[in-house]
């Protein structure tokens, strides 16, 4: 066999437990950091648009992977519908995004680990957490879905948990103290963090070239992951916030310091740090940075495989491992990177990058989508968006305007995305535009039942 192919043995379960698990992270941690710059009511009304904008963009964007189900996403698509120019742009972004992410969550995990053994210095569960699970997704696609699945429903089930116990303590004057310390302006500023709670998701396209019958299982996967999410979402924020205020979940006590553990701060106001609750929810909480960790250097290796496939980075990363079909290469590379930017120690500006790439795929995606529908009527289609055009047009207004809106909150970030993505187009351009490079194949949709 090639060794650049993949292995086909994913599941439409399988793709759930992929998809709701590339974000779950976002429910632990992360999102409230978002209430210290918009409070309640400020990181309520960017979390309103930003479901409205994934809702619009995932069943859009499962056109694109049901049509062309290859290991680079967002970059396959935009290569077919706009031309190889925005198609290194779009994957680029998707590189950014995947690779920013995991080390944000790889400081959660590390900060989790460090409350149950706090002699042990938190860099080292971070960076053992990275040389464990690239190695268990080296090891092949099929044990690393499966060990994501169990890792998912757990880290689901501890969620349910921990706004079953929430619930009763919750009070309406919790979430209307305070709730816009910036005024309406705070919600702009909390727009990267809103996102955070949905990040990363379209990483289910990633793997729809490893998907049994991915006319039928993409759609599935996409539709069934991104309810759970949304549900997960609105009842996570509304416990959370409630049974305190948005400042319990966002500073320790005695401390000025945002905290990266905010259902442990929520859950420490109901019952004592001592009480079997809370060290389940420390426990098995980490389930849920790990969900996402695991998954997204899942998406990653193929976002970056595919690259290097094609010939748009080195070609060693876009050959598949000999005996596992993994993308191994991209895969240990992209650690490399992840670890270096984990290092920075800066969590907050590492997820808002991440969101920089993730704003700018939708946005090159959605065009795609729409200049596809022009130029491509007869290319098959296994599945159309409801209610074209205006559903794809929904997610990129949106897109565009969270895009602007954290441009402007965050100008030297945007510098810094800005600095990656124009250095690396010029490499591209001057480089290697103008080489041979191998054909993406679009459009061949392969059914193995």
């Not at 539709?223 to 009842?235: D, E, H, M, R, Y």
């Not at 426990?283 to 998406?299: E, M, N, T």
Request: some cysteine; charged content about 10%.
């Amino acid at each position: 066999m090639s060794n650049t192919a993949l292995k086909k043995t994913l599941t439409p379960l399988m793709l759930w437990g992929l998809g709701v698990g590339y974000v779950i992270s976002g429910m632990y941690f992360g999102w409230n950091l978002g209430l210290a710059e918009g409070g309640t009511h400020g990181l309520a009304i960017a979390t309103f648009f930003v479901i409205i904008m994934y809702i619009t963009f995932t069943f859009s964007y499962t056109e694109l992977a049901c049509a062309m189900p290859k290991a680079g996403g967002a970059f396959v698509y935009a290569h077919k519908g706009l031309g190889k120019d925005l198609g290194f742009v779009a994957g680029m972004a998707q590189n950014i995004e995947f690779i920013f992410a995991p080390p944000a969550i790889a400081a959660a995990i590390g900060a989790y680990m460090h409350l149950l053994y706090p002699e042990i210095p938190m860099l080292t569960f971070s960076i053992g957490a990275y040389l464990l699970f690239t190695l268990i997704n080296v090891l092949g696609v099929y044990l690393a879905a499966s060990f994501e699945l169990v890792i998912t429903v757990l880290a689901v089930i501890e969620l349910l948990i921990f706004a079953g116990v929430a619930l009763p303590h919750v009070e309406v004057a919790n979430l209307t103290r305070n709730a816009l310390p910036n005024g309406y302006t705070g919600a702009l500023a909390a727009i990267p963090f809103a996102i955070w709670f949905f990040l990363a998701i379209e990483g289910i396209a990633n793997v729809a070239e490893e998907t049994k019958n991915p006319n039928r299982s993409i759609l599935l996967g996409f539709g069934s992951a991104i309810v759970t999410l949304v549900l997960l979402c609105l009842l996570t924020f509304y416990t959370a916030v409630g049974v305190g205020g948005w400042e319990t979940v966002v500073y320790p006590e005695g401390s000025i310091e945002p905290s990266d553990s905010p259902l442990p701060l929520a859950l420490g106001v109901v019952v004592a740090e001592s009480h079997v609750l809370y060290k389940l929810l420390v426990g098995i909480g980490l389930l849920g940075l790990v969900a996402s960790f695991h998954g997204i250097i899942l998406a990653a290796g193929r976002a970056t495989f595919e690259f290097g496939r094609v010939g748009y980075v080195p070609r060693f990363l876009g050959r598949a491992h000999q005996r596992f079909q993994t993308p191994s290469n991209a895969l240990w590379i992209n650690m490399g990177l992840g670890i270096i930017a984990l290092l920075t120690g800066k969590t907050g500006e590492i997820i808002t990058i991440a969101c920089f790439g993730a704003l700018t795929l939708y946005i090159v995606s959605m065009l795609s989508l729409l200049s596809l529908r022009k130029k491509a009527p007869e290319m098959a289609r296994p599945y159309r968006v409801p209610f074209f055009p205006i559903f794809p047009m929904l997610a990129l207004g949106i897109a565009t305007i969270a895009l602007l809106s954290m441009t402007y909150y965050n100008l030297s970030l945007a510098g810094i995305f800005l600095l990656i993505m124009g250095g690396s187009y010029l490499y591209f351009y001057f480089g290697i535009r103008k080489q041979e490079h191998r054909p993406i194949e679009v459009g061949k949709v392969e059914n193995i039942d």
